[in-house]
């Protein structure tokens, strides 16, 4: 059985707020999807965040909630992101976050534009050897400041429609 048959993406809502919220389990983990967001995430975050994003999608294994996703256009408004991509600590590792990421490339390009942009900090690995995998290719870097006081490297990576 695919990962496709397995679980199902939909467009989320209110009602997946609190399923939503529940994803993110530490102040870390938070930093890593919502660097502006405050520990802890909250149901009111979040709705605030659906105002300033679109097409908020969820991953469900049958009732249960077990990845997140958005996408966002910068400050310049001339490139699409996807953003807060988030899988549950018991479903990583299975393919979700690909199913997710691979989904949300889908509505850009079907929807929107002919390229799609995401976001990662240099040391989270997984996120990164995954966005390279599905084609992505890094273009720029934001230094960043941690919440620890350090800096980090925000790696701005981009996939063309031409290379899905």
Known sequence: ???ADR???VSADATHFNGIVQLIQSPEELFLIHPSGTWPFDIAQLQQLSQERSNF???MDQDTIIGFADLYRNLAGDKLFIGNVVVSDNYR???VGRQLICHM???IFDRYAP???ISVFSFNTPALLLYASLGFKPYDLERRRMPNGDFSALIHMRLY???W
């Open 1 to 3: 059985m695919s990962i």
């Open 7 to 9: 679980y199902q993406i």
């Open 57 to 59: 999608t969820v991953v």
């Open 93 to 95: 590792g299975q393919g």
């Open 105 to 107: 490339c889908d509505i």
């Open 115 to 117: 390229e799609v942009h």
């Open 161 to 163: 429609r031409r290379t």
